[in-house]
C-alpha cells in the first residue's frame, strides 16, 4: 500500500471506539447472514449446547448474563474450530410464575381467572406471551448470544407439548407415573401443590410452645399430663396420637395409654415410634398425619386417622371446631390463648427454625393432604446415578457430583400436577358414564370402556420442570427420529447454575437416560452466583442488583434507595469483565465499577489495533514465505510469544478455566503486544526501514491470530476491528499470503504454531524486560524526569544472564532512556547508588549527578519523621480501650490498614535514604 492508503485507513478509524454504535451493526450482519445457524453435517463432527430456558416472563439479570456469556464463548470457539456447532435457543413457559403475572394484569383491570373461566384466561396469557414474550431473547442478542435462532423453541409450542404427551404416556404404561392421596406441599396464595424443590427454606425466628395434654385417668402411670413441644400449635386440632420413643425409659409404662386432646376432647393413643428424638423437649412428639411429611409416614404406620384441620385457601375447616373459618395464623394465636386460660401451656420459648416457602411469591407452604399425580422417581434415579459412577457424566467443577447424587440417592417421588391453568394440561380423560380413566397421547373421543363420549379432561397441567426436563431431545424433534435428533444428541456441555441442579439437571439425566438411553450431555460445568458489592445476594427488594442491559447500553438504575447514571460500557465489557471474575464455579462479588476493566481493556486494543493498521496500511508487506532464522530477535519473541499464547488459552477453553483464558489474553495482548512490541517495532516500521515490509507483515498476523483467540469473549470488538483490518492487510500469513474469512466469527481458531516456540529468545527478552522494570521503578522511586538520561550498571549472578543483556543492550537503552550501561559479572554498587533487585541481577543507578543527595537526605529525615509520629498516633489510637469497645470493626480495619500502608512508606524512606548514604 501507498502513504495515501494509510491516510484513507486513517480516516475511517474514529479516534474512540464506540460500542452503542459498533455492537447493534454487528448483531444485524451476523443475523442477517446467518452465521449462528447450524444444520447437521456428517463431515463435520457436532458440538451442542442446549440453553436453559430463562422464563418466559423474564428479564436480563446478571445471573443470565454470566451464564449465556460462558456459552457463548464455548460455542463461538467450537464454531472456529471447525466443528459443527449449534446452540440451542427457546423459553420456558414458567407455568405459576407467568399465571401470577396475568393474574396481576386482570387485578388491575377489576377481573379474576375465575370470573373469565380457564379458556378465555389461557388466551389472554398466550396473548400476554406473544406481546412480551420475547424481551429477554432479544435481551440474549444483544449480549452478543450467537444462538441458532432459527431454532428456537417454546416449552408449550406443539411439538415440545406433543413430546411432554407422550413422555407421560409412556411413563404412566411403565408403571412409574401413578395418582394417589398423599400429603404436599401446598400455596395457599397461588392454590397448587409444589414440589420439594419449589419450596425456599428460610430461617425466622419463632416459638416453641409447650403443651400439656391430659392423660385419660384410668391410665396406669400417675402423670396427669404429657408435654409435647411444637413449633405450629394450630395443627394440633388435626392431631390423632402422641408418639414417644420406644427405648426411652421415662414412657415405658405410657406406651398404649391414652391421652385427650386439648380444646377438641378427642381421645388418642400414645404410641411408640422410633422416629421420636428423645432429646427434643419433653421426647414426646404429637403426630399430625395431614399436617406434616414425617407424621404422614407415622400414621401409615400406625394406621393412624388423617384429619385435615387446615383448608387449601389456609383457612381452619370444620374440623377444626369452634376456630373453623379462621385464618391459621390467627387461630394459633387465639389457640394458644385458650391454652394458657385453661393451663394448658406449660412455657413458651424463642426458637429459630427453617420456614418452607413458596419459591414464586414467598407464602408459607402449607403440608397438605391431597389427591395428585406423582413420578416414582427411584428406578430413574438409579439409572442416573450408575451412569455418572461410571464416567458418563463429569461435573466441572467436581464437587456438584457429591451433591447431585446425595439429593438422587434420597429422593422421594415427584409430585407434577398442578392446581392451576396455564401449563400443559396432564393427558387424563374422566368418564361420566362409567368412572372409566383414559390416559392418551392424542385426545380421546369416546370412552375407552363404555363408548360414552361424556369426557372430561383432568384439571391440573404438569409441573413446569416436567416439560423442561426433556428439553435436550424434545427441542430436537423427539419423539419422532429427526436428522438433528440422531446428529446432535447428545448434546456436549450444559452450563447452569447450582440452584437448578435438582430442579433441572438430574431430571434431565434421568428422562433422557429413559427415553434416548443416553446421558443428554457429557458435563455439567457449574457458574457462580453473581452477588452484590457487599457479598450478598441479588435481589429487587434489596435494590442490590446490577441491570446487564442497563450496563450495556447506559442509564439510569435504582440501587440501594438512590437512582445512579451509567455511561454506556458495551456488551464486550461486561462479558470481558464477568469472564475475568469467573474462578472455578466460585460466586463473583460485583460492582457496577468492575465494568471500568472490560472498558479499559477494549479501549486499549482499539487504540493498538488503529496505530497498527494506520502503520501497515501505508507499507508493502513482504510477499516470500517467513522463516524464523530470517526475522528480527523482535519478531521472533512475539510470535513465540503468540505460540505459547495460542497453546495455553485453547487448553483453558478446553477445560473451562475461563478466567484463566482471559487473564492468558489480557498478558498478552496489553503487556506483550501493546506495551512492549508496539514500542519495540515503531523504527522497523518507519517506511525507510529494510525491516518495515516483513515486520509489517509479522504485525499484521500477529494482531489477525489476537483478534481470533479474543473473539469468542469480545465478539463485537474484535469483528469490527477484523473488517478495518482487511482493509488496512486485505491478505495476511506468515508462510504465504492469504485472503481471511470475510466474517471473524466463521475464521479458523489459530493453528498450532509451535514451529514460531523460541525458549531462548523468550528467555532472554524476559531478563531485558526485567532489567527495564528495576530502572523504571528506581526513575519512579526517585522521581527522576522521565526524559533524563541515566548512566546504569547491572550485575548478574552468571556470565550467561550478562550476555543475555549485552545482545539485547540496544532494547534496554532506548526502553529505559539510558545514556549509557555497564553489565558485569557480580559487579560492585557505585557510591550513592540507588538499587533494584531482579531475578538474576542488580541494577545500579548512580543518584549523585542527577539530584542534590543531601537535600534529598533531609527531605527524606523529615518525611520520616512525619511518618512515625503518625505511626506513634495510630498505636495509642489502636490500644485504646473506648475507641476498641466503641468504633465499629470497619473503621479499627481501616486504622489498622493505613498502620499497615504507613508502616511500608516508612520501609521505602529508609531504603531511599541507606541508597543515599552508601
Known amino acids: 500500500m501507498t502513504s495515501s492508503d494509510g491516510d484513507l485507513i486513517a480516516n475511517e478509524l474514529p479516534k474512540h471506539y464506540v460500542p452503542g454504535e459498533v455492537e447493534p451493526r454487528w448483531l444485524e450482519r451476523w443475523l442477517d447472514s446467518g452465521s449462528y445457524h447450524s444444520t447437521p453435517d456428517p463431515d463435520k463432527r457436532p458440538f451442542t449446547i442446549v440453553i436453559p430456558p430463562p422464563n418466559v416472563t423474564g428479564i436480563l439479570h446478571m445471573g443470565h448474563a454470566l451464564n449465556n456469556t460462558l456459552q457463548d464463548i464455548l460455542i463461538r470457539h467450537a464454531r472456529m474450530r471447525g466443528l459443527e456447532a449449534m446452540w440451542m435457543p427457546g423459553t420456558d413457559h414458567a407455568g405459576i410464575a407467568t399465571q401470577n403475572v396475568v393474574e396481576r394484569s386482570l387485578a388491575d383491570a377489576g377481573l379474576h381467572r375465575d370470573a373469565i373461566g380457564r379458556e378465555k384466561f389461557v388466551e389472554k396469557v398466550w396473548a400476554w406471551k406473544e406481546k412480551y414474550g420475547s424481551t429477554i431473547v432479544n435481551q440474549l442478542k444483544r449480549l452478543g448470544c450467537s444462538c441458532d435462532w432459527e431454532r428456537e423453541r417454546f416449552t408449550m409450542d406443539q411439538g415440545l407439548s406433543r413430546a411432554v404427551r407422550e413422555v407421560f404416556v409412556r411413563l404412566y404404561q411403565d408403571g412409574l407415573i401413578y395418582r394417589g392421596r398423599r400429603l404436599i406441599n401446598w400455596c395457599v396464595r397461588c392454590h397448587t401443590a409444589l414440589a420439594d424443590d419449589e419450596i425456599e427454606h428460610v430461617e425466622k425466628h419463632s416459638q416453641l410452645w409447650h403443651i400439656r395434654y391430659p392423660l385419660k385417668k384410668s391410665d396406669k402411670g400417675g402423670q396427669r399430663f404429657l408435654t409435647v413441644a411444637t413449633t405450629r400449635p394450630e395443627t394440633m386440632l388435626g392431631d390423632t396420637a402422641l408418639a414417644v420413643h420406644p427405648d426411652d425409659p421415662r414412657y415405658t409404662e405410657l406406651q398404649g395409654a391414652t391421652a385427650i386432646l386439648p380444646v377438641i376432647g378427642r381421645e388418642i393413643p400414645v404410641i411408640a415410634d422410633t422416629m421420636v428424638d428423645p432429646t427434643f423437649g419433653s421426647g414426646v412428639v404429637k403426630i399430625t398425619p395431614a399436617h406434616d411429611p414425617n407424621d404422614f409416614e407415622a400414621g401409615i404406620r400406625h394406621d393412624l386417622e388423617r384429619i385435615t384441620v387446615i383448608g387449601p385457601d389456609g383457612t381452619m375447616t370444620e374440623m377444626a371446631g369452634k376456630y373453623a373459618g379462621l385464618d391459621r395464623f390467627r387461630c394459633r394465636e387465639k389457640l394458644v390463648e385458650e391454652l394458657q386460660d385453661t393451663g394448658l401451656l406449660e412455657k413458651v420459648e424463642d426458637h429459630d427454625n427453617a420456614v418452607g416457602q413458596c419459591y414464586r411469591c414467598d407464602s408459607v407452604i402449607e403440608p397438605y393432604l391431597s389427591e395428585q399425580w406423582f413420578v416414582s422417581m427411584r428406578p430413574l434415579a438409579e439409572r442416573a446415578i450408575a451412569a455418572t459412577r461410571e464416567g458418563a457424566l463429569k461435573f466441572v467443577p467436581a464437587r456438584w457430583e457429591k451433591v447431585y447424587l446425595a439429593w438422587l440417592e434420597n429422593v422421594r417421588d415427584w409430585c407434577i400436577s398442578r392446581q392451576i391453568w396455564w401449563g400443559h394440561r396432564i393427558p387424563v380423560w374422566y368418564c361420566a358414564a362409567c368412572g372409566e380413566m383414559t390416559v392418551a397421547i392424542d385426545t380421546p373421543t369416546a370412552c375407552q370402556k363404555c363408548s360414552s363420549p361424556n369426557l372430561t379432561q383432568d384439571p391440573d397441567v404438569l409441573d413446569t420442570w416436567f416439560s423442561s426436563a426433556l428439553w435436550p431431545f424434545s427441542t430436537l424433534g423427539w419423539p419422532e427420529s429427526t436428522p438433528e435428533l440422531s446428529y446432535y444428541y447428545p448434546t456436549a456441555i450444559l452450563v447452569t447454575a447450582r440452584d437448578i441442579i435438582y430442579f433441572w439437571v438430574a431430571r434431565m439425566v434421568m428422562m433422557g437416560l429413559h427415553f434416548m438411553n443416553e446421558v443428554p450431555f457429557g458435563e455439567v460445568y457449574i457458574n457462580g452466583t453473581i452477588l452484590d458489592e457487599n457479598g450478598a445476594r441479588m435481589s429487587k427488594s434489596r435494590e442490590n442488583g446490577i441491570d446487564p442491559v442497563v450496563m450495556i447500553q447506559g442509564g439510569t438504575q435504582r440501587r440501594f434507595g438512590k437512582d445512579f447514571n451509567y455511561e454506556v460500557y458495551g456488551a464486550d465489557a461486561v462479558r470481558y469483565t464477568l469472564c475475568s471474575l469467573t474462578t472455578d464455579g466460585q460466586d463473583i462479588k460485583l460492582a457496577p465499577t468492575r465494568f471500568d476493566m472490560g472498558r479499559n481493556f477494549i479501549n486499549k486494543m482499539w487504540n493498538a489495533s488503529r496505530f497498527v493498521m494506520i502503520r501497515i496500511s501505508s507499507l508493502s508487506l513482504e510477499t516470500g514465505s517467513l522463516e524464523r532464522e530470517n526475522l528480527s530477535f523482535t519478531n521472533r519473541w512475539i510470535l513465540s510469544r503468540l505460540a505459547v499464547v495460542i497453546d495455553e488459552s485453547s487448553q483453558q477453553l478446553a477445560s473451562y478455566r475461563f478466567h484463566e483464558y482471559v487473564k492468558t489474553l489480557y498478558e498478552f495482548a496489553w503487556g506483550d503486544f501493546c506495551d512492549w512490541y508496539l514500542e519495540?517495532?515503531?523504527?522497523?516500521?518507519?517506511?525507510?526501514?529494510?525491516?518495515?515490509?516483513?515486520?509489517?507483515?509479522?504485525?499484521?498476523?500477529?494482531?489477525?491470530?489476537?483478534?481470533?483467540?479474543?473473539?469468542?469473549?469480545?465478539?463485537?470488538?474484535?469483528?469490527?476491528?477484523?473488517?478495518?483490518?482487511?482493509?488496512?492487510?486485505?491478505?495476511?500469513?506468515?508462510?504465504?499470503?492469504?485472503?481471511?474469512?470475510?466474517?471473524?466469527?466463521?475464521?479458523?481458531?489459530?493453528?498450532?504454531?509451535?514451529?514460531?516456540?523460541?525458549?531462548?529468545?523468550?528467555?532472554?527478552?524476559?531478563?531485558?524486560?526485567?532489567?527495564?522494570?528495576?530502572?523504571?521503578?528506581?526513575?519512579?522511586?526517585?522521581?527522576?524526569?522521565?526524559?533524563?538520561?541515566?548512566?546504569?550498571?547491572?550485575?548478574?549472578?552468571?556470565?550467561?544472564?550478562?550476555?543475555?543483556?549485552?545482545?539485547?543492550?540496544?532494547?534496554?537503552?532506548?526502553l529505559a532512556g539510558l545514556e549509557d550501561m555497564l553489565i558485569g559479572v557480580n559487579t560492585p554498587k557505585p557510591s550513592q547508588a540507588a538499587s533494584g533487585v531482579m531475578d538474576g541481577m542488580q541494577v545500579y543507578v548512580p543518584l549523585a549527578a542527577l539530584m542534590d543527595v543531601e537535600v534529598e537526605k533531609i527531605r527524606i529525615t523529615k518525611d520520616l519523621a512525619k511518618k512515625e509520629d503518625a505511626i506513634t498516633a495510630l498505636n495509642r489510637k489502636l490500644s485504646n480501650f473506648e475507641f476498641l469497645s466503641k468504633a465499629p470493626q470497619n473503621i479499627q480495619d481501616r486504622e489498622i490498614a493505613r498502620k499497615d500502608e504507613i508502616n511500608r512508606q516508612i520501609q521505602e524512606l529508609k531504603e531511599l535514604r541507606d541508597s543515599l548514604n552508601n
Open 680 to 814: 519495540l517495532v515503531k523504527p522497523e516500521l518507519n517506511p525507510d526501514s529494510p525491516d518495515a515490509p516483513v515486520t509489517a507483515r509479522v504485525l499484521a498476523w500477529v494482531l489477525d491470530q489476537l483478534l481470533r483467540l479474543l473473539h469468542p469473549v469480545t465478539p463485537f470488538f474484535t469483528e469490527e476491528v477484523w473488517s478495518l483490518l482487511a482493509k488496512a492487510a486485505p491478505r495476511r500469513g506468515l508462510a504465504e499470503l492469504e485472503n481471511p474469512a470475510p466474517l471473524l466469527i466463521r475464521a479458523a481458531w489459530p493453528l498450532d504454531a509451535e514451529k514460531w516456540r523460541d525458549p531462548k529468545v523468550e528467555d532472554d527478552m524476559s531478563r531485558a524486560m526485567n532489567a527495564i522494570r528495576a530502572i523504571r521503578a528506581i526513575r519512579a522511586k526517585f522521581n527522576l524526569p522521565p526524559k533524563s538520561r541515566l548512566s546504569v550498571t547491572v550485575s548478574t549472578a552468571s556470565r550467561d544472564y550478562a550476555e543475555s543483556l549485552e545482545h539485547l543492550a540496544g532494547i534496554i537503552t532506548a
